[in-house]
Antibody, heavy 122, light 109 residues
Framework: EVQLVESGGDLVKPGRSLRLSCIVS????????MSWFRQAPGKGLEWVGF??????????EYAASVKDRFTISRDDSKSIAYLQINSLKTEDTAIYYC?????????????WGQGTLVTVSS | QAVVTQEPSLTVSPGGTVTLTCGSS?????????PYWFQQKPGQAPRTLFY???NKHSWTPARFSGSLLGGKAALTLSGAQPEDEAEYYC?????????FGGGTKLTVL
């Protein structure tokens, strides 16, 4: 059974940094790309970014709104995808979801995690 | 940045048919936008229904179909069930990234 479990969400002050984790099971993590999405409270979904599998260079893509502060990485030995968020802003308050892509090179989201809540407030 | 538009809300009768659409401010939506459709129920994570216009996942009910219709991406529900009441989001790909529509709240009533 494919499972994705996010963690690392917290209440943090503006300007701080946070690293979210997405640990997966039920599939060979290294063969797949991974994505992050977010959803502000009561709002719609927003695409954050995508990381390809190592076979395709592990390259990343980001939404323009986050590319200067967000970094997606992966540790295939641990089956974990990460989202590093720097210089947090109040508008980053959201549930952050990780998803699996059913391709190593193209973003084709299939499975979703349950999300982790990040609250940015002084 | 492009704007992706969806109907804010739609209502369908049980057993009825409804089509949700997804348009782009840049012009006609094509297969090159790799349209996605997601379903989200209150308090739950989204679920992917379709990718690349009309490719469904194993969990996508057969009563849903994806297509391109009149310059937009479309999600058609034929034979609506009470459990289909949810928010539906489309996602389009552009050279600069991927952009969601604002979502359609579908009521089955």
């Amino acid at each position: 059974e494919v499972q994705l479990v996010e963690s690392g969400g917290d209440l943090v002050k503006p300007g701080r940094s946070l690293r979210l984790s997405c640990i997966v099971s039920g599939f060979t993590f290294g063969d797949y790309g991974m994505s992050w999405f977010r959803q502000a409270p009561g709002k719609g979904l927003e695409w954050v970014g995508f990381i390809r599998s190592k076979a395709y260079g592990g390259t990343t893509e980001y939404a323009a709104s986050v590319k200067d502060r967000f970094t997606i990485s992966r540790d295939d030995s641990k089956s974990i995808a990460y989202l590093q968020i720097n210089s947090l802003k109040t508008e980053d308050t959201a549930i952050y979801y990780c998803t699996r892509s059913n391709s190593g090179i193209y973003e084709r989201t299939d499975y979703w995690g349950q999300g982790t809540l990040v609250t940015v407030s002084s | 940045q492009a704007v992706v538009t969806q109907e804010p809300s739609l209502t369908v009768s049980p057993g009825g048919t409804v089509t949700l659409t997804c348009g782009s401010s840049t012009g006609a939506v094509t297969s090159g936008h790799y349209p996605y459709w997601f379903q989200q129920k209150p308090g739950q994570a989204p679920r992917t229904l379709f990718y690349d216009t009309n490719n469904k996942h194993s969990w996508t009910p057969a009563r849903f179909s994806g297509s391109l219709l009149g310059g937009k991406a479309a999600l058609t529900l034929s034979g609506a069930q009470p459990e289909d009441e949810a928010e539906y989001y489309c996602l389009l790909s552009y050279s600069g990234g991927r952009i969601f529509g604002g979502g359609t709240k579908l009521t089955v009533l």
